[in-house]
Every structure is written in C-alpha cells, then in structure tokens.
C-alpha cells in the first residue's frame, strides 16, 4: 500500500476536483483548418480570458515517447495524467528491443519461428502510435536470419495517424523487398489487408463486427482477391475516390487462384503492434478457449503472440515479446489510500482512458469500495455524422456525480475532438468542438455549485490542424483542395484552472507535460505530492 500525506497549504475544496480530458483539442496556429480556434467556443474562450490558464507539453519525450517529433496519443497522454511521472513508452520500449536483439533472446521469439508459417499481423505505417514499419523491416531480418523459410505478411493499412491515403508509401518498398526474399530462396508475402477501422482493430468492445471482419480475411482467406497489395490498394483508390486508408475494405492477395496466407494449424502469429487497446479484442479471438463473441469456424492450433502484453491484469496475451512499462504508484493509488472517493466517466470510445491507461495500465478497480466507474455506450456509426457523439451523456452522468456530493475526485474525456478529428471532416470537427464547448459550461455550473475545483485539459492534439502541410505550405490534390490531416499533431494542449474560491493560481513550472496534471490532482485533494512526482501546476496566490 502506498503512503500519503497531507499537503503542507493546498486543502481541499469544498467539492470535488474535477478533472474535464477533452480529447485531441490542442493549442494550434489558428488558422483556417484549426477546427479549435475557428469554431464556436465561448465557454472556452470565457475560461482562458478570466481564470488561470497555460499550455503543457503532450507529445514526444514529455509522454514517454522516443523523440519530440513523436505525436503523442491518448494511452501515453493518461498514462502520464495517471500516473504524475514519465514512463518510457511501448514505442520506445520496443524499440530498443528490437535493434538491441532483446526482443529475440527468450522462448517466444523461438517458438514463433517454429511455426511451419510465421504470421506477422498489424498496422502498416510510420505513425508510431500503434505500431512502425521499421519494426516489420526488423523482424523480418531476424526470420531470415533464424532460418524462417515461410512468412506471411497481414498489414491493416493507417490513413488515421498518417495521411489519408499513405498506404502505398510502405506497401511498396515493403513488397520489393519481399520479391528479394523470394529470390534468396524464401517464400515471404502479404497475404492479407484492408483498413484499421474496417477489420481487426477494434476497441473497448466497440464493434466486434469489425474483429469478425478481420477474422475472416486473416484466418479464413475471405475477401477480394488481388494479386499483389499495392495492387489492391490502387484499385480501390480508384474505384472510391472519397475512401481514405482506414476504411479500405479487406482483401487478400493470390497465387495461383488461391490466398497465399491463411492462418493454419501449425502456423504461429504474432500481432506487431505495441499499443494495447486495439489488440485486446483480436488477441482474445486467438487465445480464448472460450470465445462465443462471433463464430471462428475451425479455430486454428497456432503459437500465439504479441509483441506486448496488452492487459497485464487479464494476461492478454499470454505470450509476447517486449516487457511492458512497469507503471507503479499511480495517482488512484494514492487517492484510494488517503480514503479519497472517485469517478471516472467515458463513452466506450475512451472508457478505457480515464480508467485502464489513467490507472497505469490496471484493469478493474484500484478500490470498489471507493470508485465508481461509468461507461457510456459510443454510437457505431462514423463519428462525422454524428459530431456530438454521447458528450451530453457523459455530462449528465458527471453533473449528477458531482451534485451526489460522494466523490473527492471526478475525471471524464469528451472524445469528440478525437474522434471526430480523425475523419478528417473539417466542419464536423468544428461542430464536434462546440459540442464539448456547451458540455463544458454545464460541467462548469455544477463544479461552482458545489464549491470543487474545474481542470480543463487535453491528451494530445488533433482537431487543432485539419490540413496537411508542407513546411507552412498547405498540401492540395489535384482539384486545388486541402488534403485532409486525420492524424494527431505535436502541438501543445491547454491546461485551465477555473476556481471559484480565487485562490489559486500557476505555479512555475517552465516547459511542463502531462505528467504534472496528477500531481495537481493530488495536491488540490490535498495530498502531497508523492517522492518522484513531477512538480504541480497550482499555488495558492
């Protein structure tokens, strides 16, 4: 059990500490495709203009990541509001994994090339947020170089934390390379693809449909039929000039009339992607004996893996390369052992966040007796035609939390502009704002009725540049239009405090990242800020 103590002149307020994500709402340049700046805010606007306001770091080294020019993301951004420190992250973990040779030295990495077929599966792009294509480059050196003789490749394709229609900017080199392996004697090949958000990466049990979907292509061989990827790629750009890389519908690739990759018995599979939260639901449907979620048909005997564990608490899966962060001593601990009562709200979309990834990747409850989770069940449709998504739910699950009078502490994400950022719909993005806007008033009103102390943040930004760029110079296809930019940007995030009492204002704390958002959790419930911390954003005045 962690210890605490009280903080030597921070007591705490009267009501709750409410701490209000709002998910990828940065702090951009305010120009046109700035869906933050241009939109309709007078909520936010009114807060940053009369009470103590700043920006903080959400990106890069500041959130665990292996360099400032590393998007940060939702997992890394509440892992460090968790956890009121900066852990080394999956990225970086696996990375030095894998070009140090770590990653290869114990059983799995022998056992999965045992396999009559080794089977690597994930997202295929640069983003580094899930995953990175010099990881697949790597492992595949490492197969040939332990005598691998048959591999196949099942690459889900980005258009999320990458440009729209990027695909062919790794599909190409990647299966160049591959003909050289063929050459060498090796019989390498992508067996299979389709989008992110079509098949296999779903989350929080959002859409199972869509792991069924990627069942089906991977395992089973069941979509349209091409003779290469890259060939795929093109015709479907081509048929739908409106689709982007996460919505590519699946497709396999041929030889001889027949997929050249389906997962057999015998075969071993490992899922490359370091990120959890899109590789629990894919994982189970390989691992779990007593899966019913949808029907596997014949359920292939294979060597299972990740390249982590994405739930140390469930142990999924139960076979992985890279060690995951070790995060200890978070800020629900400490809460939970000063007695402190808590609320963490989402809809399913990022229920996750404020619970799994804010309490140092922990699955469950730090305390049942004194937490209260609540998930708001997301729409399935495209989160661009229904901008507000479930933000006046999760407000009304937070108001009446909070008038409760039981919690010392609420959290909440409004995902919209997230979510709806990464459709890279502009408008819909500036009404997805407005909709968190309104919700904040509300959520406002109740926080000075009860006398508790308002947080208003972010994990990351998104909604804050809509456009590509190169340079300063907006990128435009062929019409003269803007290129969409659905991915995560670099830009810092706001950090408002809005204390009705007037007592506190910003401390100093030069070039400050989310890390320091949990201490002052703990510091405004007036705990001190525990050894090894980083420094709160509040003083008194």
Request: glycine share 10%; charged share 25%; aromatic share 6%.
């Amino acid at each position: 059990m962690v210890e605490t103590r009280p903080h030597a002149t921070l007591r705490p307020p009267r009501g709750p500490v409410v701490l209000c994500i709002l998910d990828g709402v940065g702090e951009g340049r305010g120009e046109e495709d700035d869906a933050v700046a241009t939109a309709r805010t007078p909520t936010l606007d009114r807060l940053k203009a009369t009470h103590p306001w700043r920006t903080l770091r959400a990106h890069g080294t500041a959130v665990g990541l292996p360099s400032d020019e590393d998007m940060g993301n939702s997992e890394v951004g509440h892992n460090a509001m968790g956890a009121g420190r900066v852990f080394d992250q999956g990225a970086k973990l696996v990375n030095n994994a894998l070009r140090d040779g770590t990653a290869f030295e114990g059983p799995v990495w022998k056992a999965l090339c045992a396999g009559r077929t080794l089977h690597l599966l994930g997202l295929c792009s640069d983003g580094n947020v899930h995953s990175h294509v010099d990881h697949v480059h790597i492992l595949l050196d490492r197969a040939a170089r332990d005598g691998v003789q048959r591999v196949r490749l099942h690459l889900l394709t980005d258009g999320r934390d990458v440009d729209g229609r990027s695909a062919l900017s790794w599909f190409e080199p990647l299966e160049a390379r591959l003909a050289t392996e063929r050459a060498a004697g090796r019989d390498y090949r992508i067996a299979s693809g389709g989008g992110r958000m079509h098949l296999t990466m779903d989350r929080y049990e959002a859409d199972w449909a869509m792991v069924e979907r990627g069942w089906r292509c991977h395992v089973e061989g069941e979509g349209r039929p091409f003779p290469t990827a890259s060939e795929a790629i093109r015709t479907l750009y081509a048929e739908d000039p409106e689709i982007d890389d996460q919505h590519l519908p699946a497709f396999v690739v041929t030889v001889e009339g027949a997929p050249c990759g389906r997962i057999q018995d015998g075969d071993s599979v490992l899922f490359f992607n370091f990120r959890g939260d899109r590789a629990l639901e894919i994982s189970r449907a390989f691992e779990d004996d007593d899966f019913t979620v949808f029907d596997r048909h014949h359920r292939p005997n294979v060597t299972y893996a990740g390249m982590m564990q994405y739930d140390g608490d469930l142990q999924v899966p139960r076979h992985y390369l890279v060690a995951p962060p070790a995060i200890d001593r978070v800020v629900g601990e400490y809460l939970a052992a000063a007695g402190k009562r808590t609320f963490a709200c989402s809809e399913t979309q990022k229920y996750g966040h404020v619970t799994y990834f804010f309490n140092g990747n922990r699955s469950g409850r730090l305390d049942a007796t004194l937490e209260e989770y609540v998930e708001v069940p997301s729409d399935l449709q495209l989160p661009d035609t229904r901008p507000w998504m479930k933000a006046a739910e999760i407000t009304d699950a937070v108001i009446e939390a909070i008038r409760s009078g039981r919690f010392d502490h609420v959290r909440l994400n409004l995902a919209n502009g997230d979510m709806v950022g990464h459709t890279g719909d502009l408008e819909a993005t500036r009404i997805a704002v407005e909709a968190v806007d309104l919700q904040v008033a509300r959520i406002e009103t109740a926080v000075r009725k009860a006398g508790g102390v308002l947080l208003v943040t972010a994990d990351h930004g998104n909604a804050d540049e809509m456009w590509q760029r190169k340079g300063t110079k907006v990128s435009r296809n062929a019409e003269g239009e803007p290129l969409a930019r659905p991915s995560h940007t670099l830009n810092p995030v706001p950090f408002i405090v809005v204390d009705p009492s007037g007592t506190l204002a910003l401390a100093e704390v030069p070039d400050a990242g989310l890390a320091s958002v949990g201490t002052t959790v703990l510091e405004l419930c007036g705990l001190a800020a525990p050894d090894g911390y980083l420094p709160g954003l509040v003083r008194l005045r």
